[in-house]
Each structure stands twice: as C-alpha cells, then as structure tokens.
C-alpha cells in the first residue's frame, strides 16, 4: 500500500496549498456548509482541534475533531484537482491511521474540485475474487454540483472562494459574491480570498470564457487584483529576496523567471514591484546628486519632476544627463523638456481611464446614459477624480443612481 500521495504536478500542489490554507483559517465555517449534523467540541481550543499524522510517512490535507451526529470523530478531508486512482486507497490508508493515533471513527471526505477528477467508486473494496476483505466507505463531495446560487443566498461566505468550480456560477453572481466578501472582509483577509478565489477562476470548466473575463474585468478595475494579490506574504518574501540581491538583471528577464514561479500576471506584478523598487533607487541617486550641488528650489522642483516618473530607462538617462550639470539654467531646460513628456503620459492615462468607463456604461446602461456620461467626463483632466469615479460606476448597477454620482463626482462639470 502506497504511504504517501503519487507525484503531483505543480498545478495540483497549488490547488492543495490553497484548500489547506482556506481551511486553516475558516474550517470553522467550512465543515458545517459541506457536512450537517456536527458541531465544535465544548471546551476546546483551536490548537487541540486540529490532527495530524507524522509528516515523514504521510501527510494529510485537513484533519479536525468534531462531533458528528452526536458522536466524537475525527474529520479528514482530502482535496483533489486531476484525476488520481490512488486517492480511496490513500484516504483508506488514513482513515487507519487516524484511527489508531487518535482512538475515534473517521468521517473521510474527498473534496473533488474540477469534473476532470473523476468520480471514484465508493465504497473502496479490498478483497481476492469474491471475497472482501475491507470496506472503505468515504464521502464524496463534487464541487461542480454544488447549486452556487443557494451559496451566496445563505450567504455562506466561507465558501466564497470555492465558487467559480460549483455549477455554471454567472457573472453577476459571481461579482455580487466578491461584494460582499469586500464589505466583510479585512483587508488581509480580503488579499487572501481574492488570491484564493482568482486560482479556482483561472482554473474551472464551469464558468464560460465569458463569464471569466467579465468577472476579470471586474476584478481589475475595482480591486486592482495583481496589485493587491502582491500584498500577500508569499509574494512580498519574493520581492524581498531579489531585493536583498539586488536587481541585476532586465526586468523583462526577471519577469520571465517569475513566470515559472506564479501565475503570469501575477509574476509581472511582482516584477513591477521589483522595478518600483529600483526606480525609487535611482530616484534616490539624482536627489544626491542636486542636493550637493543645487539651490532648494532647483531640489524642490526635481523632486517634484521625477516622483511620478516609473520608467527605469528614463530615471537612467536623466540620471546621465544632469550628473555632469552645474549650472541651474541647464537643470531648468532639462526639467522643461521631462514635464512636456509627463504632460503626455498623462493624458494617455485620462484617456484609458475614460475608456475603461464608457467600456462598463456601455455593457450595463441605456443610451441616454451612455451619452450622458461621455458628456461629463470628456472635458475631464483630473485623473484622481476619474479613477474615484470608475471606482464607484463598478459597484453600481442601477441606472437611475448615475445621473446622481456624475453630480457627486464632477461637480463643477
């Protein structure tokens, strides 16, 4: 009998992280949502609640004391993302062990995430010919049945995260979830479910092409989800790592070392970060360089120059052009020649924005809207007060309440 799990890709070992995590902290909430008739043992901490088996031999996903239908059992669930025909012997294989270790009956329960894994046969039959030698009878739990909409009726937030592999999860109630997560939610809490919930997304069958990019869209404009998924901790120590070494390489190159390390997108943020991190070394460097040398004015006025500017190639070659500079009348021409090109990059930004608005009128609203809300924010030029706007037109559905934020939001337009 096999005593540990077959090799699994990284795939599969990063949809087991995710369901170990997402139960290490709300296991309280889970286990009653996928199984009825148990409750918490009286009188115990979380530490003494929680089970284990020796990590050399075999390591178990989610292992927990409960009382189930009256009586003290132990819970183990195990989650799978493929298919695995050593899953029931392996699950088998722990039951007994836990058995043994901790002298109560097992509840098993194979977590199946993705309708590729397949359904095993239940029960688990050892035996020669005819006869059989040992029953295992462990419950199974198809995420891809799970009715999506009686989740987020019952507000069962713990399961939130788990939503896009349950059965064909629209858009709408999808984004409605991910609502009230933010309402309810800390904000580390809320990193991590976003995190959670984007690699189950990334991952499923059951929400359409469509859905997906619609819920991505979502995601983006109103979390700023790469970004904030970069607050995580994993990511951060990887940040911290290329910095403590320093970043030698093109961030181009970084970003395709990343690649192989998280998800694409996620590798560029945190290549961005690498970047931003840089940039503000350099920044740093040319603010040296004019405080030895420059009045406060000219100092006041690069800094003033160089703090939006993120573009490693550019803070280099400013860098180049003002460290031989002595006298202030050159400072002042190449300052003149560096706001013009800001004053670009700004209205390149004005104008994404303002797209990404009329993107999200134009899909939920009538015409009249839509002229309505191009008319008010084409003369715009504050790219805080568009991006505040955007902010708030994602969480609005109800076309009677925009004529009212346009006024709230420009109003001197």
């Known amino acids: 009998m096999a005593n540990k799990k077959q090799e699994a890709p990284k795939e599969s ?52 004391y409960i009382v189930y239908k009256g009586y ?31 002298h109560r009956p097992v509840v098993s329960v194979a977590l199946l995430l993705f309708e590729e894994c397949g359904v095993p046969e239940v029960p688990f039959k050892m035996g020669c010919g005819e006869e059989v030698f040992s029953d295992f009878f462990p419950k199974i739990i198809c995420m891809w049945k799970m009715d999506p909409q009686q989740v987020v009726e019952h507000h069962k937030r713990s399961l939130y995260t788990l939503l896009p ?25 809320l990193v ?38 970069a607050e995580d901790p994993l990511i951060q120590s990887v940040i911290a790592h290329e ?22 997108e996620l590798a560029k943020e945190v290549a961005k970060s690498l970047a931003e991190h840089e940039a503000k070394t350099i920044q740093e460097s040319i603010l040296d360089i004019v405080s030895d040398r ?43 020649q560096y706001l013009s090109l800001q004053g670009t990059r700004i209205e390149g930004e ?16 009538s015409s009249e809207i839509i002229a309505q809300v191009q008319q008010t924010i084409a003369p715009v030029q504050d790219v805080q007060q568009l991006r505040t706007f955007l902010r708030q037109l994602a969480r609005t559905s109800d076309e009677e309440e925009i004529p009212a934020l346009l006024t709230q939001s420009f109003p001197s337009n």
């Open 192 to 229: 991590r479910h976003l995190k959670w919930f984007h690699i189950m997304l990334h991952r499923t069958t059951t929400v359409s092409q469509e859905d997906k990019q619609k819920v991505e869209k979502y995601l983006n404009m109103q979390y700023q989800l790469h970004p904030l998924l």
């Open 243 to 264: 910095v403590a070494h320093g970043v030698e390489q093109g961030i181009a190159q970084k970003t395709a070392e990343l690649e192989q390390r998280f998800p694409e």
């Open 165 to 189: 592999t349950m059965e064909k999860p629209t858009a709408s109630l999808l984004i409605k979830a991910l609502q009230e997560l933010s309402d309810h939610d800390t904000r580390p809490q």
């Open 72 to 102: 003290p059992v132990t819970f183990n669930l195990e989650a799978q993302s493929g298919p695995d025909d050593d899953l029931l012997p392996r699950m088998h294989e722990y039951a007994l062990n836990l058995y043994r270790t901790y």
């Open 350 to 365: 004005i104008k994404g924005i303002q797209e990404s608005i009329l993107d999200i009128v134009s899909d939920r609203f």
């Open 13 to 64: 070992k990063r949809f087991d992280s995710t369901i170990k995590a997402l139960f290490g902290e709300q296991a309280e909430e889970i286990i009653p949502c996928l199984l009825s008739d148990i409750r918490r043992p009286v009188g115990l901490s979380d530490d003494e609640l929680n089970v284990e088996l020796n990590r050399n031999t075999l390591s178990i996903d989610v292992g927990r």
């Open 294 to 336: 420059f009045s406060s004015e000219i100092i006041a006025q690069v800094q003033q120059t160089i703090a939006p500017l993120q573009d490693i190639q550019q803070l280099r070659t400013f860098l180049r052009q003002i460290a031989p500079m002595s006298e202030e009348q050159e400072v002042y021409a190449l300052l003149t």
